[in-house]
């Protein structure tokens, strides 16, 4: 037993001396999950060569993909809204472009250099924020939105006003020029999975168990030495990267940036899909950026539809579907399961 | 001089819109603790309505108003019954607040089918030459929306403070648990403070639109300005909302005078986030569970 | 047994409008002791725990923990100084096991990053083992271990206080307050419950504990508080306080 109080050593099971089992897992099931993934996968692969007319959309599906994945840890774990996520996506967009343009800078380093200036705005930012309870961080974040919608427009020196920052270089990986919709969508591909499995590993690890209790008992997380309001930073931060890497790939796959990209509208609908889909689940910002973003496939007049349609459905998801639509899928297999497994 | 004096009047005819999009949040906060975002696009929805009905009754538009009054009134009414009971049932408030974007963004939606991304204005309530005292020009419908706005106050003043419905509103405002446990229906309180919302939208709304014009862009932009009056002000408090609404109309006039617009907006999301950190219970607020 | 104190609590008080739910309450805790804290409901038990841990601000008083003051400080700051507490009513979280609520515990053992936890770095597996390992332990030792990869929230009120006093002990504390940790047991499992805590008392780990149950109090506690409408009404060995006449008419008082 190591019931004696422990000192301030990093490894808390010393004495213990064993290894544990891992979790036990019904083998089937992994298999099932194994499988699962391989095929959609290879859909994944393959749907741009049979359906070459959709390769664009599933471009800015993946970007969305992106940017709504982002924001999992802080909204779907620590139950914090943010409305404010264009800011982030224009720091990306609007200042790889402008690295590359006026600078010259490579295209890769450009959006690490972004991604990491909005890491420190989001830290800065979220020092400010968090300390606010409940949806009116919310608020805040919706006066980032609005804020970065009129400076797009108005800081013209920078953004190029409402006529948009124009000419911005396609994305240069090893030498080659990633321009084509096929390659875009292929480089977004390989970037969703490597994020979406970075995020796996923080949901259950340590982080990801933190974010949940302070998502659920902010007041009982404290008592276990968990210094909140540094875990929420640290999501907003995380969030932040993400969407502005996002915001990257979307300047380098349009080459052009304007303020119609990143109005109040887009950051609500980021919300949306990842509300819609599922917060907590790393397949739900992947089904709320297909249905959002592929709405219009249904014929170009819909695209007029898209605003209602989403709005309709969020209401609708969040107050019959509050854990989304994957979210209540997967529940719904577990609770079969067990009941399967209780005869 | 005279120019900035029109400003003046030009920010504070704003304000008069923003103060009444921020009380009816406000009342409806008040009831039920619910920030409806999407009071803004209530107020553009009406206007276009009130813009689409008098093109085909043919009426004058000072006889739209009272349908358009009562028409949205209605709205608002069924949006609680359809939207907000069943939702609020179960959900929390970090969830009512989506569920209201969801709701901005569906009016915002369905003012893009209807209507096109297309500015839109209505001729004023009373026809009549432009007075000008001292070099300042006064069109006759700013006394209309300034009129609306007192209208709004006056009544709802009325309601809250002389009759015995107002008593239970109050009472229910103050703490909906505790009146629920005296009795006080606390479902049908918020009915009226929905319908009581619609129908400052619906003034606001046709009462703006001969001096402007609206579209589907600005559905986000009122429903943020009038949102942020409304904290300003401290959610759930009226003269807080009036006020706010005014300043920051005035602001705003002054702002874009001597800079663009959009470096107006800029600053006065600037002065919300400030605001909300450093004094979020607003200018006359008494909300003390903002900040944990 | 070393005499300094381990917890020593001064004239702790705290009014919430006109009532005096804390009033100048003193008290101290021994190191490898047990002490008990009882009282009518109401009595302000809880607050005062929640006036240790800073869970709620004092009008007056100072709290030393390890002769240190702790007053004012924030409440993550004190699991790490060997300061950890249950609640009332369970505060687990739903949604993660049993086994994953327990290692929530072990929060301040854990060094790994997000970059780490990201990439899944040997650092943070090796992390990750050792709290399974810590956690499925102290399951072990409190008879849990079934339940470990059930969701906490489907469990019984009186399991999911156990499972919060495994989450407490895998924090390492030298102090662990305990609120009510018995209620909602039958009497065998208050038997092995008395059991266990005597075993991590004796493992070096000093207890306060709220309780109703005089019998387990009886048996288990060092020395006791006892609370009656916020004040300190008796302090002394369970045998002296249960002969205290002030105590025998607070209870029967608060019986009638």
Redo the contacts between chains.
Sequence with gaps: MTLSPADESVSPATGTGRFLPRRERNPTGDGRRTVTATIALAVAVVLPFLVPGITGLLVVAAIFFLVSLGLTLLMGHAGQVSLGQTLFMAIGGYGAGALTLSWHWPTTVSAIAAAALSGAVAFVLGRLFLRLRGYYFALATLGLAVATQSLASGWTGLTGGPSGMVAIPSLQLAGYTVFSDRANYFVLLVAGILAAAFMANVKRSQTGRVLTAIGHDPGAASMLGINTARYKTMAFVVSAVLASLGGSMYAFYLRFMSPEVLSVTVAFSIVIMLALGGARTLVGPLLGALIIQGLPIAGQSFALWEPLVAGLLLIVVMTYLPRGIWGTFTAYLRNAARRRDSH | MTGFIQVVLGGLVDGCVYALIALGMSVVYSISRI?NLAQGGFVVLSALTAVSLQQFLGLPPLAIVPIVVVLFAAVLAAVDRI?MV??AH??T???M???T??????????V??VWGNLPYTMQPFTSGAAVTIGGVRIVPQYFWIIGALLLAVAGLWYLLHRTRFGLTMRATAANPSAAALQGIHVGRTRLVAFTLCGAMAALAGTAVIPVTFLQFTTV??YA?TG??AA?AGGLGSTAGAVLAGLVLGLLQGVFSRYT????A??AA??A??VL??FR?TGLLGRTS???? | MNETPLLSVHGLGRSFGGLRAVDEVSFTVSPNSVRSIIGPNGAGKTTLLDLITGFTKPDSGTVEFAGRPISGLAPHKLPSLGLMRTFQSARLVPGLTVRENVMLGGYRFTRARLLSEGLRLPRTRREERSLVARADDLLRFLELERFADQDAADLPAGVQRLVEVARGLSGGPRLLLLDEPAAGLDDTETNELCDVLRAVCAGGISLVVIEHNIDLIMRLSHAVLVLDAGKAIADGTPAAVRENPAVIEAYLGAKA
């Design positions: 920030i939207v069943p939702a179960r959900a408030n970090d969830r607040l989506l569920i974007v969801g709701l901005l963004q569906a009016i915002g939606g369905f893009l089918l986000t932009s943020v949102f942020i904290v663009s617009g959009d470096l907006q800029v999301m600037t919300l986030i909300l950190i979020p569970e903002v900040r944990r």
